[in-house]
């Protein structure tokens, strides 16, 4: 069955520098949530998105910013870059109305 | 291989009697066990975690879990239901093992009727 994709698995920043994490979520699922999981910390949920539209937000900085496409994938955009933004970034998608909240594997960020 | 299991997709319960959500869990090595609530549309949020000590653990809105080694279990229960308690929970484990892996179960909605 059809997963949650992340992409890049893994990526190697320097500081000040930005990135770009994309993902896509299962076919027909319409909400996507980003979660970001520091070394040795729980996951703190950012952003999430219901039909490509914000639908909640979290703890995301400023230096931060994400948004759902037609195709409902979504990408997640960092600027100035800060070692302290080194984590494993994950998203999640699901179907409103419907229980199951798959997530994806996660793309580890590390900023250097 | 790791894995969190939430075997009920739904729980149905009425205000004012006691409820359990179940979750079990398979890890190699020693589990850190979490369970978070979402609301619709809403991120996930924290309610408790066992880490290590007392297998009765406490947390937020008068929800507890019961760690239990011999059944790898982590049931949340909460003595009296509120209709606001409605909403999806997850129960989610971390290896010590493989420390940056965070495991989620798939949620079982808990509907709480007046």
């Known amino acids: 069955a059809a997963g949650v994709i992340q992409s890049p698995r893994h990526l190697i920043k320097e500081k000040r520098e930005t990135a770009t994490l994309k993902c896509y979520p299962i076919?027909?699922?319409?909400?996507v949530y980003w979660y970001q999981q520091g070394p040795g910390q729980d996951p703190q949920f950012l952003i999430s998105?219901?039909?490509?539209?914000?639908?909640d937000k979290g703890s995301i900085p400023d230096r931060f910013s994400a948004q759902q496409f037609s195709d409902y994938h979504s990408e997640l955009n960092m600027s100035s870059l800060e070692l302290g933004d080194s984590a494993l970034y994950f998203c999640?998608?699901?179907?409103?109305?419907?229980?199951?909240?798959?997530f994806g594997s996660g793309t580890r960020l590390t900023v250097v | 291989a790791q894995s969190v299991a939430q075997p009920e997709d739904q729980v149905n319960v009425a205000e004012g009697n006691p409820l359990t959500v179940k979750c079990t869990y398979s890890?190699?090595?020693?589990?850190?066990l979490f369970w978070y609530v979402q609301y619709p549309n809403r991120g996930l949020q924290f309610l408790l975690k066992?880490?290590?000590?007392?297998?009765l653990v406490k947390g937020s809105y008068g929800f507890e879990a019961e760690f239990n080694k011999s059944q790898t279990s982590f049931h949340l229960k909460k003595p009296s239901a509120l209709v606001s308690d409605s909403a999806l929970y997850f129960c989610?484990?971390?290896?010590?093992?493989?420390?940056?892996?965070?495991?989620f179960g798939s949620g079982t909605k808990l509907n709480v009727k007046p």
């Open positions: 999640a998608s699901s179907l409103q109305g419907e229980v199951g909240y798959t």
């Open positions: 076919p027909r699922h319409d909400t």
């Open positions: 998105f219901y039909e490509k539209m914000q639908s």
């Open positions: 890890v190699s090595g020693n589990p850190y």
């Open positions: 066992y880490i290590t000590g007392d297998n």
């Open positions: 989610a484990v971390r290896d010590q093992a493989d420390f940056n892996k965070f495991y």
